[in-house]
């Protein structure tokens, strides 16, 4: 699975399943991520090392789409703490707690899971306890009220 994390809010914006960690992968979760958020130009979008993350496609895909592309430091498993505790989250949350039958299953259990439950409901401590969904709403209420 490939997932591409708003840092600010902690909501996935775009992902990917597939057989293996491919450039093609990472390119579907950011052309998800692309056309779900409609990020500025300018925008940065951070990764770690991966071959995939490397690779010519993918830095094409986000040259089109005029973001700047980061790569974190080699070794440094802080340098990418969002994206690692949010896998970690859908580890113990739901992949440890079912049995999937094929990975067709596991793909409606995963949508549902982050686009049903993780996006929308589940709270982060780092949101003041709120859901990503929620704590956007209350961003962009909060730079509505002072303009």
Do not use: C
């Not at 430091?73 to 949350?93: K, P, R, Y």
């Not at 440890?96 to 686009?115: A, K, M, N, P, T």
């Not at 993780?118 to 709120?130: F, K, Q, T, V």
Request: glycine share 6%; proline share 2%.
């Amino acid at each position: 699975m490939a997932a591409v994390i708003d840092a600010f809010s902690r909501r996935v914006v775009g992902w990917a399943m597939g057989d293996r960690p491919t450039a093609e992968l990472t390119i579907e979760a950011v052309d998800m991520a692309i056309s779900a958020a409609r990020p500025a130009r300018g925008l940065i979008h951070h990764s770690d090392h991966g071959a995939q993350y490397t690779s010519l496609a993918y830095g094409k895909t986000l040259q089109k789409a005029g973001l700047v592309g980061s790569l974190g430091t080699v070794d440094d498993a802080l340098d990418n703490a969002v994206a690692e505790s949010f896998f970690a989250t859908l580890q113990t949350e739901l992949l440890d707690r079912y049995r999937w039958s094929s990975r067709s299953v596991l793909r409606r259990g995963i949508f549902d899971h982050v686009e049903a439950f993780y996006n929308r409901r589940r709270r982060h401590s780092a949101l003041g306890y709120l859901n990503p969904i929620d704590y956007e709403r209350r961003w962009s209420l909060t730079i509505t009220s002072v303009a």
